[in-house]
């Protein structure tokens, strides 16, 4: 009981407090919010028992591995909302540059049309866990749910109103934080209740096999790039910042939130599915249960409404307007339609981070590329642009399925 209600009481205060404080309505957090929400997503759910079974007791130090990887990423990107940003600002269209920074496009809205069918995957996973739909039933129910949710959000977006549902799920972005604090004091009281309780904390795993499984964790910190496409609301010296809080914020989420899981390694490695957390903070308190999946439920739909509209509107942008939006609607959803008939949950997670691993391999680039053009930025800076595009490139073509 004093778990519960230390949560809820949690939760109710930080929700409060970022929905109505003065903070709330700056620039500086309308600004973070965008690129916070889509890396909060369910990944900090899922990613505790997956590491658990894959990385055992050394879970925490392989999320702060993939936090580094997704930091160092997006140092690329900051670069790259001044330098690349000011290059094609005057440069006619079939300059090489201009061609290249239209095809990372491509390649963005295709992977943002992947990443729908992973959060509604995830969306889906959640919603039956507590329904115990029978195993021979899983799948079809998972797809056919999951197929409905997309064509309504693409009948949404002919008639205009995709955009009104985004507004609404940004804001729940505070809710949902809300809720995640309270799931980390409901972790912590747990800590102090169970002081001095021996936990069976899993061996450490380490290993070279376990590494294309990290990388095709990338998707679960992913998001910020969605800063260097905010130019029409703030300005550059405004985006950098809040992309780099927005990624300090998730990251402090992340570490948190494994840390505090330590104890729970061991059944965390043991939970069945991608919504196995569920289990596991039921252990914790049995109400702690519904923060999880009320949790879940928003940050998945809400991303997928997030993702959905980039989707359509990079397909838009990129054609030169020659695709209509409602067409370019339609084959983001045919994609996230085929994605999720051709995968399983534990597949669509490598899936998605793949596509947008190749992303950020072509950002870095665009970034050896245009410094190399200008003059701005050193050797050094180059050279690390280049190796950190190749570790993007391996996980394009190495991750691996966090499952089998």
Request: aromatic fraction near 10%.
């Amino acid at each position: 009981m004093l778990i519960t209600l230390a949560a809820i009481i949690a939760a109710v205060l930080v929700a409060t407090g970022l929905s109505f404080g003065r903070f709330a309505r700056s620039e500086t957090w309308a600004a973070t919010v965008t690129p916070l929400a889509s890396i909060i997503g369910s990944g900090f759910l899922i990613s505790g028992p997956l590491l658990a079974r894959e990385f055992g007791g050394a879970a925490f130090w392989a999320m702060a591995a993939l936090l580094l990887l997704a930091y160092a990423v997006g140092g690329v990107i900051r670069w790259n909302i001044v330098h690349v940003e000011n290059y094609l600002a005057d440069k006619p269209f079939h300059d090489p540059v201009v061609w290249s920074a239209r095809v990372t496009q491509v390649v963005l809205a295709g992977a943002y049309a992947v990443s729908v069918a992973y959060y509604l995957k995830l969306l889906a996973e959640f919603a039956m866990k507590p329904l115990a739909v029978s195993e021979a039933w899983h799948g079809l129910v998972s797809n056919v749910s999951v197929t409905a949710i997309i064509l309504v959000l693409m009948l949404l977006a002919f008639g205009g109103g995709l955009r009104r549902v985004e507004h609404v799920a940004h804001g729940t972005v505070s809710i949902k934080i809300g809720i995640i604090a309270g799931l980390l004091v409901g972790l912590a009281c747990w800590w102090v209740t169970n002081f001095g309780t021996t936990a069976a904390i899993p061996a450490a795993k380490l290993s070279w096999e376990s590494v294309p499984m990290l990388l095709g964790l990338l998707i679960t910190v992913q998001g910020f790039e969605t800063s260097r496409y905010l130019g029409h609301a703030y300005s550059q010296a405004t985006r950098v910042r809040t992309m780099r809080h927005a990624q300090w914020i998730a990251a402090a989420i992340y570490l948190a939130f494994l840390g505090l899981l330590t104890p729970l390694l061991g059944a965390a490695a043991k939970a069945e599915g991608v919504a196995g957390i569920l289990d596991i903070m039921r252990m914790v308190a049995a109400p702690l249960g519904v923060f999880v999946l009320i949790g879940a439920l928003s940050s998945q739909l809400s991303a997928a409404v997030a993702d959905s509209v980039g989707s359509g509107g990079l397909m838009n942008e990129v054609s030169r307007r020659r695709l209509s939006v409602p067409a370019a609607y339609a084959l983001a959803s045919a994609l996230a339609i085929a994605v999720v008939w051709l995968t399983d949950p534990f597949q669509v997670v490598a899936v998605a981070s793949r596509a947008f691993a190749l992303f950020y391999a072509m950002q870095c680039g665009l970034a050896v590329l245009v410094s190399w053009r200008t003059g701005e930025g050193s050797w050094a800076k180059r050279t690390g642009f280049a190796a950190l595009g190749l570790v993007c490139v391996a996980a394009a073509l190495a991750g691996a399925p966090a499952e089998g």
